[in-house]
Nanobody
Framework: QVQLVESGGGLVQPGGSLRLSCAAS????????IGWFRQAPGKEREGVAC????????YYADSVKGRFTISKNNAKDTVYLQMNSLKPEDTAVYYC????????????????WGQGTQVTVSS
């Protein structure tokens, strides 16, 4: 069964950093695009960052540009989301997603999801 597994969430103070990891259980992350979404309480799920496997192009939501970095380590078959300068409004459950690439300004069309990891930014 396809399963994406996230790790690295937790509680951090404003201005702090966290690194989320996404790995595949029992298979390889051989998808055209992989990324991260988040969902805060009472809000819709939103795309945060994604990466195209074909050329490594990255895409970010405006709210995280300059603070978050997505990367993929092919040797470890893992995708990371480095989150710096965290703000309370970054508090959410973060989901790893993998799927197709439609070549648009947000190319990821997810069809496999992880179960999510909680990120809480609070003093």
């Amino acid at each position: 069964q396809v399963q994406l597994v996230e790790s690295g969430g937790g509680l951090v103070q404003p201005g702090g950093s966290l690194r989320l990891s996404c790995a595949a259980s029992g298979f390889t992350l051989d998808y055209p695009a992989i990324g991260w979404f988040r969902q805060a309480p009472g809000k819709e799920r939103e795309g945060v960052a994604c990466i195209s496997s074909s050329d490594g192009s990255t895409y970010y939501a405006d709210s995280v540009k300059g603070r978050f970095t997505i990367s993929k380590n092919n040797a470890k078959d893992t995708v990371y989301l480095q989150m710096n300068s965290l703000k309370p409004e970054d508090t959410a459950v973060y989901y790893c997603a993998a799927g197709g690439d439609d070549g648009s300004s947000w190319p990821l069309i997810p069809y496999d999801w992880g179960q999510g990891t909680q990120v809480t930014v609070s003093s």
